[in-house]
């Protein structure tokens, strides 16, 4: 679970690896807190934004912050 600081409270992304037709991306679901009583939202994070990357799971907390820092901000 990763933990994201917004300006006015902590939202948590919980990635999981995707499957077909987005497999090798990941499937995000967004919490308001970390024991995922209350889903905000979900997103996917397409493979092509980390084919090149030997890290795939680093790669894409990252894009998952980005992400949800402009949803939420």
């Known amino acids: 679970m990763l933990k994201v600081e917004l300006k006015r409270r ?3 992304i919980d990635l999981e ?3 077909f ?3 090798g991306g990941y499937f995000c679901r ?3 807190d970390n024991s995922t ?3 905000l939202d979900s997103f996917t994070i397409s493979s092509k934004d980390l084919a090149w990357d030997k890290n795939k799971l680093d790669k ?3 894009i998952a912050a ?3 820092k402009y949803l939420f901000s």
Request: net charge positive; aromatic share 14%; proline share 5%.
């Open 17 to 19: 690896a995707d499957t």
């Open 10 to 12: 902590s939202v948590y």
């Open 60 to 62: 894409a907390k990252k």
């Open 30 to 32: 967004v919490y308001a």
């Open 21 to 23: 037709p987005n497999k």
């Open 66 to 68: 980005i992400k949800v």
């Open 37 to 39: 009583d209350f889903e």
